[in-house]
């Protein structure tokens, strides 16, 4: 799989096959994208917090907001939930300023591996981290910065050209997630 390829399958996917298992093994080479990833003065100060145990799972769950466009929608049912998460954290024993880009270059780089190894993923910002950073007992040196939600797709996400400046994303009556996408001359602004 190219970049290209690997950018056009690597989505926000929200269900997942949950009975479909994450090895440790595949969580820790997707870790290690993040590891290989740039870093702002490359202090890399963010740890992982990986869990593919159903329990563990069960009680980080209620903690994420899933989908905020599809104001119908509470997030995935029981069977589509992730099979696997990845919660990106600050260690504050190394730094208190994090560059906020490393966030954004780590998840899109397990994100990336995640789909060559034929998973899917949503990075989760919506996060009560206060209560979650409780539920996993967390020391104080932690502060949680996102939670990567992983799995075996279980839908389908179309990208597709924006329309009338339209960017939300939604769903149609078969549950297909469609997702605009400026055009490539909107976005570019070429001097020569």
């Not at 926000?12 to 870790?31: E, G, W």
């Given at each position: 799989m190219d970049v290209r390829e690997a950018l056009s399958?690597?989505?926000?996917?929200?269900?997942?096959?949950?009975?479909?298992?994450?090895?440790?093994?595949?969580?820790?080479?997707?870790?290690?994208?993040?590891?290989?990833?740039?870093?702002?003065?490359?202090?890399?100060?963010?740890?992982?917090?990986?869990?593919n145990n159903p329990e563990l799972n069960g009680r980080i769950f209620p903690y994420l907001a899933w989908a905020g466009y599809l104001t119908d929608w509470n997030g995935p049912e029981e069977r589509e939930r992730p099979s696997?998460?990845?919660?990106?954290?600050?260690?504050?024993?190394?730094?208190?300023?994090?560059?906020?880009?490393?966030?954004?270059?780590?998840?899109?780089?397990?994100?990336?591996?995640?789909?060559?190894?034929?998973?899917?993923?949503?990075?989760?910002?919506?996060?009560r981290r206060k209560e979650l950073h409780a539920v996993l007992e967390l020391d104080d040196r932690y502060s949680i910065m996102n939670v990567i939600a992983l799995g075996k797709p279980k839908e389908t996400v179309i990208i597709e050209d924006m329309k009338d400046g339209e960017y939300r994303y939604w769903r149609d009556a078969d549950g297909t997630h469609h997702v605009p996408k400026r055009s490539l001359d909107e976005l570019v602004i070429l001097k020569k």
């Open positions: 399958k690597s989505r926000s996917y929200r269900r997942f096959y949950q009975d479909a298992v994450i090895s440790d093994s595949d969580l820790m080479t997707i870790a290690d994208a993040a590891r290989l990833s740039p870093s702002g003065r490359n202090i890399q100060a963010l740890k992982f917090l990986i869990s696997a998460y990845i919660i990106q954290m600050l260690d504050k024993n190394i730094t208190s300023n994090i560059m906020s880009e490393d966030c954004g270059i780590t998840a899109q780089s397990m994100l990336l591996q995640a789909t060559e190894l034929g998973y899917g993923g949503c990075i989760i910002a919506a996060v």
